[in-house]
Nanobody, 127 residues
């Protein structure tokens, strides 16, 4: 199993930036694809961004494309979500997730694709 711990959430004004981190432990992180999801109060969990195990390919939800950047440092066993131009509608609990070990170097965008989840970190964007 792999254990995931998110950090970096907080309160920010609209237009501001935050960087979320996802620290992985327990297995070789470079064998796992990774994704970020979010869940606002009263809504279903939704896909935000995904990255393949090598870090060479990424995929974004339309609502965040051009504003958010997913990345990873396999040497540090850490994934990141850099969020710019934040909007009040970005307010949610953000979760990182991992799938693996994977044979194919691909990204995944459905919650059901992932077996391992962090506990979440709250991001609140004020208007």
């Amino acid at each position: 199993q792999v254990q995931l711990v998110e950090s970096g959430g907080g309160l920010v004004q609209a237009g501001g930036s935050l960087r979320l981190s996802c620290a992985a432990s327990g297995r070789t992180f470079s064998n796992y694809a990774m994704g970020w999801f979010r869940q606002a109060t009263g809504k279903e969990r939704e896909f935000v961004a995904a990255i393949n195990k090598s870090g060479g390919n990424t995929f974004y939800a339309g609502s965040v494309k051009g504003r958010f950047t997913i990345s990873r440092d396999n040497a540090e066993n850490t994934g990141y979500l850099h969020m710019d131009s934040l909007k009040p509608e970005d307010t949610a609990v953000y979760f990182c997730a991992a799938r693996g070990p994977v044979a194919f170097d691909f990204w995944y965008s459905r919650p059901d694709d992932y077996a391992y989840w962090g506990q979440g970190t709250q991001v609140t964007v004020s208007s």
